[in-house]
T-cell receptor
Framework: DSGVTQTPKHLITATGQRVTLRCSPR?????VYWYQQSLDQGLQFLIQ???????AKGNILERFSAQQFPDLHSELNLSSLELGDSALYFC?????????????FGSGTRLTVV | AQTVTQSQPEMSVQEAETVTLSCTYD???????LFWYKQPPSRQMILVIR??????QNATENRFSVNFQKAAKSFSLKISDSQLGDTAMYFC??????????FGKGTRLHILP
């Protein structure tokens, strides 16, 4: 157990629907990062939050949004889902000095859009 | 923009052999961090080793070591005495002061019995 908790582990939904992925960071970590990994692809950075504030944005679609709550957990909302959104979505967290340790990843949420 | 390139999409080696995975990166920064992550079939992302750019000494973690060549912007991973459990996708990654990690496309490593 890495200490980063992602729920649900698996999600199957239909095109056009909306889903919410949840992430609880490791205790004490202030930063949360979301990544998308499509089949046999590398990880694409979506968005970063630090202590409730958006800090960096990557190639995140307008149909996607995220937020980090006061208790530091984060949610990634995916709407108007398309078949191409099927992927493994990772959440990661890091501490006050993220440069020192790199990230700790959750086990991911596998999203299948049918 | 920073980029990370892994030129070996796939490799296979016999168990107990030593294997080296290559990685190059591009940045204009002088202070940054480099990582190797392992992703086994379970798809969990596991940090294998990290290197701070200002440290000249190459990082080592048990059977895993790196060859960090800052001037050449090269960061290779050496796995000694490879084991079946080392079979995984390996990602080289770069992080600068903006805290965002950029990953390479990965090298799929097969350890053969």
């Amino acid at each position: 157990d890495s200490g980063v908790t992602q729920t649900p582990k698996h999600l199957i939904t239909a095109t056009g629907q909306r889903v919410t992925l949840r992430c609880s960071p490791r205790s004490g970590d202030l930063s949360v990062y979301w990544y998308q990994q499509s089949l046999d692809q590398g990880l694409q950075f979506l968005i970063q939050y630090y202590n409730g504030e958006e800090r960096a944005k990557g190639n995140i679609l307008e149909r996607f949004s995220a937020q980090q709550f006061p208790d530091l957990h984060s949610e990634l909302n995916l709407s108007s889902l398309e078949l191409g959104d099927s992927a493994l979505y990772f959440c990661a967290s890091s501490g006050r000095d993220p440069n020192r340790g790199g990230y700790t990843f959750g086990s991911g949420t596998r999203l299948t859009v049918v | 923009a920073q980029t990370v390139t892994q030129s070996q999409p796939e490799m296979s080696v016999q168990e107990a052999e030593t294997v080296t995975l290559s990685c190059t990166y591009d940045t204009s920064e002088s202070n940054y961090y480099l990582f190797w992550y392992k992703q086994p079939p379970s798809r969990q992302m596991i940090l294998v080793i990290r290197q701070e750019a200002y440290k000249q000494q190459n990082a080592t973690e048990n059977r895993f070591s790196v060859n960090f060549q800052k001037a050449a912007k090269s960061f290779s991973l050496k796995i000694s005495d490879s084991q079946l459990g080392d079979t995984a996708m390996y990602f080289c990654a770069f992080m600068n002061r903006d805290d965002k990690i950029i990953f390479g496309k990965g090298t799929r490593l097969h350890i053969l019995p």
